[in-house]
């Protein structure tokens, strides 16, 4: 399983000739159980990968919906471990979606490297995405991922230069998470022409893993475009405020809704 | 950890920014491009004796560099005095920062930073302040070269340090107060790292204290490391022998490596005084290294005040400046290698230290230093006579004096030091 079950997704993606979905949600938002009610419906709404946040009390690159979010999961007694007893549940209904892990590093740090990477394998996690770890500190964490056959998620952003790339793909496996703006999470958004051009080269510097595309797309409009040339389109913020304003139902409506238009836009 | 040779600790850090295990970056990758270039950047300037000329003369003209190095004598008098066997006391010397232009160490890294941004072609800065003396000291850099300035306050700062932040609306800038978390210096922290990954074309984020992603670490310690090396010489100078003990507060740790950084190699003790707020067992203090375990926050790794889940808990203390949950990464190596050593002081402490140093010296310090000189007199007499131990007055306790009358008038029945 692991990174071949996000190998076989992709792959599934292609054969049709579509983007991926990725939804993203915050573990334990706003509680363990409305969170599990989400999590276990996304696939079946058409989410095609699952980012499962775990909070941090200092989330430095999230714009107000995920620092809200994970605020609650907090209020609502969360952690690294609750967030893994979460997956497990998941997988105990469900294991063809991929699912990964995306936070921040201290959690993962404070629960120890070799630790985590068993439990999370056990879990049924597939991958790990860590904002604030740079390539340059990821060799511990990626040494001790690998032989759980864990993906450690590589970012790139429209800062990262052609001189930079290869050093950020280095050791990248699953897709790499294309950051499309220069910004905090659900605030802005790219201009779509812009997107294309960035996702050939990430993947030609990757040796042709897939690309995903995320930050600020909140409509079904905007998946569309980014869904031309991106292997995944990812939405986080408006999934988690439409969760926060009017519950789970909601999110998965949109979810749907969402997922549709990635499915569609090369029709 | 290893400790190094004891002639190479001021090598440090390696080419990634480490210090030991301590150190590095650890920002998103949006970021990490602009801190590689601020790298170069620094280097280039360090390298470049016209960067150095242009800083020292602003250092003296502008600052009002070199701060005197005065013999406390009555100060000494009082903890000779104190002593158990009477009269076992060292010299007490205050290396007097709190005399520098806007009153505290903080410009001498500003002065510094603000000349690199202009050499970066950076047209807009952006900072981190608690005490508000970093926001006042970069919100004056900032009038004096016409930069933008905008200064990210936790709420709660920007409510009890209300001089400080009359003085930054003066100079022109733009306060943000931030309401996320408890509204301190690491919720500030995190609101500028915002704005800085949204605004990476313009954007020069001036960081407060020896804490940060490589190079902020290290940038900063050089900048402040004009204390230390003036203490030294003037010691020289007016002792003709170095000090015994180098004493300083330790929020971030700026102040402090700053004094400690020129005597690394000397035969010379180097003690931070942490703050331990309500009391180490109270949960509710600033004492990361002592009541702390190291992990990762604001690019880099080093001791933090957090929970067993790796959440980053809440720092407490009367001192806005010294309520940091984290500690310069270069102050965690030094700290487990055993080249420095540190302490404590609580809240009650440090105000009875404030009265102290006003009365005894006629000199109001900051509640920050206030907690290095509620340990001086215990340190002066493990010194011992003949001795002479420095302290870094980092900064003037004007902006405190609200605060000090808030916090005597919830003790009237507290020990007679502490009436007014
Ligand atoms: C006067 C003074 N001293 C000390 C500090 C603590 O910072 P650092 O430990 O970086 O010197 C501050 C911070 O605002 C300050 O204003």
Request: glycine share 10%; net charge negative; charged share 20%.
């Amino acid at each position: 399983m692991s990174v071949a079950r996000l190998d076989a997704r992709f792959a599934l993606c292609r054969a049709e000739n579509r983007a991926a979905f990725v939804a993203y949600l915050m573990a334990g938002d706003p509680d363990a159980e409305r969170s599990l009610a989400l999590l276990c419906g996304l696939s079946v709404a058409g989410a095609d990968v699952i980012e499962l946040g775990f909070p941090f009390s200092d989330p430095m690159a999230e714009g107000p919906p995920i620092q809200r979010a994970s605020l609650r999961a907090l209020e609502a007694g969360t952690t690294l471990t609750s967030t893994l007893e979460l997956v497990r549940r998941f997988r105990a209904g469900e294991t063809g979606t991929p699912l990964i892990l995306m936070g921040y590093l201290n959690p993962v740090l404070s629960y120890g490297y070799d630790r985590f990477a068993a439990d999370a394998a056990e879990a049924g996690v597939d991958g790990l995405l860590v904002v604030d770890c740079p390539p340059e500190e990821a060799d511990d964490l990626a040494d001790a991922l690998d032989p759980q056959g864990l993906a450690l998620v590589r970012l790139a952003a429209p800062t990262t230069d052609a001189a930079r790339l290869p050093a950020v793909v280095r050791r990248a496996s699953g897709f790499v998470y294309y950051v499309s703006v220069a910004g905090v999470t659900g605030v802005k958004s790219a201009a779509a022409e812009t997107v294309a051009p960035a996702v050939e080269r990430i993947r030609a510097a990757a040796g042709g893993l897939p690309v995903a595309v995320g930050f600020g797309i909140r409509t079904p409009q905007q998946a569309a475009a980014v869904a031309q040339a991106a292997d995944a389109v990812v939405v986080g913020s408006a999934l988690v405020d439409t969760l926060a304003d009017q519950g789970v139902e909601a999110a998965l409506a949109q979810t749907s809704a969402l997922a549709q238009a990635v499915r569609n836009a090369r029709r | 950890m290893n400790a190094p040779a004891a002639n190479t600790w001021s090598a440090y850090p390696d080419a990634r920014g480490r210090f030991g295990d301590y150190g590095g970056r650890y920002v998103a990758e949006t970021l990490m491009p602009l801190v590689l270039e601020l790298d170069g950047a620094y280097q280039a300037a360090k390298a470049d004796p016209a960067f150095q000329a242009e800083l020292d003369d602003f250092l003296t003209h502008y600052v009002g560099r070199p701060s005197p190095l005065y013999f406390a004598e009555r100060l000494t008098a009082h903890h000779a005095g104190n002593g158990a066997k009477g009269g076992g006391c060292a010299r007490i010397w205050f290396k007097r920062d709190e005399l520098n232009h806007t009153g505290a160490h903080k410009i001498n890294n500003c002065m510094g930073q603000i000349l690199l941004a202009r050499r970066m072609g950076r047209t807009r800065i952006i900072a981190e302040t608690g005490a508000g003396q970093h926001g006042v000291a970069t919100a004056t850099v900032c009038a004096r070269f016409g930069l933008p300035c905008v200064i990210y306050m936790g709420a709660t700062d920007v409510e009890r340090q209300k001089p400080n932040v009359f003085r930054m609306r003066l100079l022109g800038a733009e306060i943000v107060p931030v309401t996320s978390g408890r509204g301190t210096l690491k919720d500030a922290m995190n609101e500028a790292m915002r704005d800085w990954v949204t605004n990476v074309e313009d954007t020069y984020y001036l960081i407060g204290t020896a804490a940060g992603p490589h190079p902020y670490p290290a940038m900063v310690r050089d900048f402040q490391a004009v204390i230390g090396r003036e203490a030294r010489a003037q010691m020289l100078e007016g002792a003709g022998k170095l000090p015994d003990a180098c004493l300083a507060s330790i929020g971030g740790g700026s102040n402090a490596i700053g004094l400690f950084h020129p005597f690394l190699e000397d035969d010379v003790r180097l003690i931070g005084i942490e703050a331990a707020g309500h009391g180490l067992t109270s949960g509710q203090h600033a004492a990361s290294m002592t009541g702390g375990r190291p992990g990762v926050l604001h690019g880099n790794k080093t001791y933090l005040l957090q929970d067993e889940d790796g959440q980053i808990l809440d720092a407490h203390s009367i001192s806005a400046g010294l309520d940091y949950p984290g500690i310069g990464p270069e102050h965690a190596w030094l700290k487990d290698s055993g080249r420095a050593e540190y302490r404590t002081a609580t809240d009650l402490e440090a105000l009875a230290a404030f009265q102290e140093c006003a009365r005894l010296e006629g000199i109001i310090p900051a509640l920050e230093p206030a907690h290095a000189l509620a340990r001086v007199g215990e340190i002066a007499r493990e010194v011992g006579r003949g001795g002479d131990v420095v302290l870094n007055m980092c900064g003037r306790g004007d902006k405190d004096i609200y605060t000090v009358a808030d916090a005597l008038a919830g003790h009237a029945d507290h020990p007679a030091e502490t009436k007014l």
